[in-house]
Protein backbone atom coordinates (compact mmCIF):
# COMPACT_ATOMS: atom_id res chain seq x y z
CA UNK A 1 0.00 0.00 0.00
CA UNK A 2 3.04 2.56 0.71
CA UNK A 3 2.99 2.91 -3.26
CA UNK A 4 -0.56 4.30 -3.23
CA UNK A 5 0.05 6.45 -0.21
CA UNK A 6 3.04 7.73 -1.84
CA UNK A 7 1.58 8.56 -5.27
CA UNK A 8 -1.27 9.78 -3.50
CA UNK A 9 1.09 11.80 -1.56
CA UNK A 10 2.37 13.55 -4.61
CA UNK A 11 -0.63 14.28 -6.58
CA UNK A 12 -2.32 16.13 -3.76
CA UNK A 13 1.37 18.44 -2.92
CA UNK A 14 1.24 19.27 -6.62
CA UNK A 15 -2.60 20.18 -6.15
CA UNK A 16 -1.23 22.09 -3.17
CA UNK A 17 1.59 23.69 -5.52
CA UNK A 18 -0.57 24.32 -8.57
CA UNK A 19 -3.52 26.46 -6.35
CA UNK A 20 -0.14 27.81 -4.27
CA UNK A 21 1.50 29.63 -7.47
CA UNK A 22 -2.16 30.50 -8.84
CA UNK A 23 -2.14 32.75 -5.54
CA UNK A 24 0.88 34.18 -5.66
CA UNK A 25 -0.43 35.83 -8.37
CA UNK A 26 -2.88 38.14 -6.17
CA UNK A 27 -0.49 37.97 -2.55
CA UNK A 28 2.65 37.37 -1.42
CA UNK A 29 4.21 34.77 -0.48
CA UNK A 30 4.40 34.78 3.09
CA UNK A 31 0.14 35.41 3.34
CA UNK A 32 0.03 32.33 0.74
CA UNK A 33 2.47 29.63 3.04
CA UNK A 34 0.71 30.47 6.12
CA UNK A 35 -2.89 30.02 5.01
CA UNK A 36 -1.97 26.57 3.63
CA UNK A 37 -0.54 25.62 7.12
CA UNK A 38 -2.99 27.06 9.37
CA UNK A 39 -5.91 25.58 6.62
CA UNK A 40 -4.31 22.28 6.72
CA UNK A 41 -4.67 22.24 10.77
CA UNK A 42 -8.44 21.53 10.97
CA UNK A 43 -7.63 18.40 9.32
CA UNK A 44 -5.23 17.44 11.41
CA UNK A 45 -6.59 17.92 14.23
CA UNK A 46 -8.63 14.90 14.60
CA UNK A 47 -5.70 12.51 14.84
CA UNK A 48 -4.44 14.49 17.66
CA UNK A 49 -8.01 14.32 19.35
CA UNK A 50 -8.09 10.46 19.10
CA UNK A 51 -4.37 10.42 19.51
CA UNK A 52 -2.78 9.52 23.21
CA UNK A 53 -0.25 11.96 24.25
CA UNK A 54 3.01 9.86 24.70
CA UNK A 55 5.60 10.33 26.99
CA UNK A 56 7.74 13.05 25.27
CA UNK A 57 11.30 12.91 26.55
CA UNK A 58 14.23 15.79 26.22
CA UNK A 59 15.47 14.22 22.46
CA UNK A 60 11.87 14.99 21.37
CA UNK A 61 11.68 18.31 22.33
CA UNK A 62 15.08 19.24 21.34
CA UNK A 63 14.42 17.84 17.60
CA UNK A 64 11.70 19.45 16.84
CA UNK A 65 12.39 23.14 18.43
CA UNK A 66 15.60 22.48 16.41
CA UNK A 67 13.67 21.24 13.25
CA UNK A 68 11.16 24.62 13.37
CA UNK A 69 13.61 27.60 12.63
CA UNK A 70 15.07 25.53 9.42
CA UNK A 71 11.31 24.58 8.06
CA UNK A 72 10.78 28.36 8.51
CA UNK A 73 13.54 29.52 6.52
CA UNK A 74 12.72 26.43 3.82
CA UNK A 75 9.23 27.55 3.35
CA UNK A 76 10.19 31.15 2.88
CA UNK A 77 12.46 29.82 -0.03
CA UNK A 78 10.30 27.33 -1.20
CA UNK A 79 7.30 29.97 -1.95
CA UNK A 80 9.65 32.31 -2.88
CA UNK A 81 11.10 29.53 -5.75
CA UNK A 82 7.48 29.03 -6.92
CA UNK A 83 6.57 32.42 -6.75
CA UNK A 84 9.99 33.62 -9.60
CA UNK A 85 9.97 30.72 -11.36
CA UNK A 86 8.10 27.78 -13.25
CA UNK A 87 6.98 24.84 -10.78
CA UNK A 88 8.50 22.30 -14.29
CA UNK A 89 11.83 23.89 -13.15
CA UNK A 90 11.40 24.26 -9.05
CA UNK A 91 9.55 21.34 -7.44
CA UNK A 92 11.27 18.53 -9.32
CA UNK A 93 14.79 19.99 -7.62
CA UNK A 94 13.02 18.68 -4.00
CA UNK A 95 13.89 14.94 -5.06
CA UNK A 96 17.39 15.85 -4.42
CA UNK A 97 16.43 15.65 -0.87
CA UNK A 98 17.03 11.83 -0.51
CA UNK A 99 20.99 12.90 -1.94
CA UNK A 100 21.65 15.15 0.86
CA UNK A 101 20.05 12.30 3.27
CA UNK A 102 22.46 9.87 2.06
CA UNK A 103 24.98 11.98 4.08
CA UNK A 104 22.78 13.49 6.51
CA UNK A 105 20.85 10.73 7.29
CA UNK A 106 24.32 8.79 8.17
CA UNK A 107 25.32 11.46 10.36
CA UNK A 108 21.93 12.72 12.48
CA UNK A 109 20.38 9.14 12.47
CA UNK A 110 23.00 6.10 11.35
CA UNK A 111 21.21 5.08 8.61
CA UNK A 112 22.86 3.65 5.20
CA UNK A 113 20.78 2.76 2.56
CA UNK A 114 21.17 -0.25 0.63
CA UNK A 115 22.93 -0.76 -2.68
CA UNK A 116 18.83 -0.75 -4.67
CA UNK A 117 18.48 2.49 -2.11
CA UNK A 118 21.42 3.44 -3.24
CA UNK A 119 21.16 2.84 -7.07
CA UNK A 120 17.47 4.70 -6.64
CA UNK A 121 18.76 8.25 -5.45
CA UNK A 122 21.34 7.97 -7.67
CA UNK A 123 18.93 7.87 -10.40
CA UNK A 124 17.14 10.84 -8.55
CA UNK A 125 19.97 13.19 -9.24
CA UNK A 126 20.14 11.89 -12.71
CA UNK A 127 16.85 13.12 -13.04
CA UNK A 128 17.70 16.39 -11.70
CA UNK A 129 20.55 16.37 -13.99
CA UNK A 130 18.21 16.30 -16.76
CA UNK A 131 16.14 18.66 -16.16
CA UNK A 132 18.36 20.95 -17.65
CA UNK A 133 19.54 18.63 -20.57
CA UNK A 134 19.15 21.29 -23.23
CA UNK A 135 21.86 23.06 -21.41
CA UNK A 136 24.31 19.82 -22.12
CA UNK A 137 25.47 21.91 -25.47
CA UNK A 138 27.83 23.99 -23.07
CA UNK A 139 29.41 20.97 -21.67
CA UNK A 140 28.79 18.19 -19.31
CA UNK A 141 28.36 20.66 -16.90
CA UNK A 142 25.84 22.94 -18.45
CA UNK A 143 22.89 21.58 -16.56
CA UNK A 144 24.22 22.24 -13.71
CA UNK A 145 25.45 26.08 -14.37
CA UNK A 146 21.63 26.18 -15.72
CA UNK A 147 20.87 25.52 -12.11
CA UNK A 148 22.71 28.76 -11.11
CA UNK A 149 21.37 30.70 -13.60
CA UNK A 150 17.58 30.40 -12.76
CA UNK A 151 17.12 31.34 -9.43
CA UNK A 152 13.61 29.36 -8.32
CA UNK A 153 16.00 26.15 -9.03
CA UNK A 154 18.59 27.16 -7.07
CA UNK A 155 16.66 28.10 -4.08
CA UNK A 156 14.85 24.70 -4.26
CA UNK A 157 18.15 23.36 -4.71
CA UNK A 158 18.61 24.92 -1.08
CA UNK A 159 14.69 24.11 0.70
CA UNK A 160 16.12 20.53 -0.87
CA UNK A 161 19.00 20.64 1.50
CA UNK A 162 17.25 22.10 4.18
CA UNK A 163 14.47 19.51 3.89
CA UNK A 164 16.84 16.65 4.41
CA UNK A 165 18.21 18.02 7.65
CA UNK A 166 14.52 18.48 9.22
CA UNK A 167 13.31 14.93 7.82
CA UNK A 168 16.21 13.65 9.89
CA UNK A 169 14.99 15.66 13.32
CA UNK A 170 11.62 15.33 12.13
CA UNK A 171 12.23 11.12 12.15
CA UNK A 172 14.13 11.69 15.89
CA UNK A 173 10.99 13.37 17.13
CA UNK A 174 8.70 10.67 15.70
CA UNK A 175 10.81 7.89 17.19
CA UNK A 176 10.52 9.49 20.46
CA UNK A 177 6.88 10.01 20.16
CA UNK A 178 4.47 8.43 17.66
CA UNK A 179 3.60 9.22 13.66
CA UNK A 180 -0.38 10.62 14.40
CA UNK A 181 0.99 12.20 17.56
CA UNK A 182 3.90 14.23 15.93
CA UNK A 183 2.58 15.42 12.38
CA UNK A 184 -0.67 17.10 13.88
CA UNK A 185 1.35 18.88 17.11
CA UNK A 186 4.63 19.48 14.60
CA UNK A 187 2.09 21.51 12.01
CA UNK A 188 -0.06 23.13 14.80
CA UNK A 189 2.94 24.56 16.47
CA UNK A 190 4.33 25.51 12.79
CA UNK A 191 1.70 27.43 12.26
CA UNK A 192 1.60 29.34 15.12
CA UNK A 193 5.02 30.23 14.83
CA UNK A 194 5.09 30.80 11.33
CA UNK A 195 2.09 33.54 12.40
CA UNK A 196 4.18 36.84 12.70
CA UNK A 197 6.23 35.92 9.67
CA UNK A 198 2.92 36.76 7.79
CA UNK A 199 0.98 39.30 9.97
CA UNK A 200 3.86 41.70 11.32
CA UNK A 201 5.78 44.37 8.82
CA UNK A 202 3.30 43.63 5.97
CA UNK A 203 3.69 46.62 3.38
CA UNK A 204 0.34 45.29 1.44
CA UNK A 205 -3.21 45.00 2.97
CA UNK A 206 -4.22 41.57 3.74
CA UNK A 207 -5.26 39.47 0.70
CA UNK A 208 -9.02 39.25 0.59
CA UNK A 209 -10.57 35.29 1.32
CA UNK A 210 -10.52 33.42 -1.61
CA UNK A 211 -11.84 29.78 -1.54
CA UNK A 212 -9.12 28.22 -3.32
CA UNK A 213 -6.91 28.84 0.08
CA UNK A 214 -9.27 26.16 1.56
CA UNK A 215 -8.07 23.40 -1.37
CA UNK A 216 -4.57 24.63 -0.93
CA UNK A 217 -4.48 23.17 2.91
CA UNK A 218 -6.86 20.24 2.51
CA UNK A 219 -4.41 19.21 -0.73
CA UNK A 220 -1.47 20.04 1.30
Not at 42 to 49: E, S, V
Not at 158 to 183: D, E, Q, R
Not at 198 to 217: C, H, V
Request: with cysteine; glycine share 8%.
Amino acid sequence: MWVVYALLCAFSLATSDALAKRLLQSGDERWVAWMRLVLAVPFLLPFLFFTPVPRLDQAFWLATFAALPLEIAAILLYFRAIKISPLSLTIPFLALSPVFLLLIGYVGLGEVPGQRQGFGVLLIAAGAYLLNVHASKEGPLGPLKAVFREKGSLLMVAVALIFSITSTLGKLAVNHSGPLFFGPFYFIILSIIFAPFALLGRKSPIPRWDWRYLGLGAAY
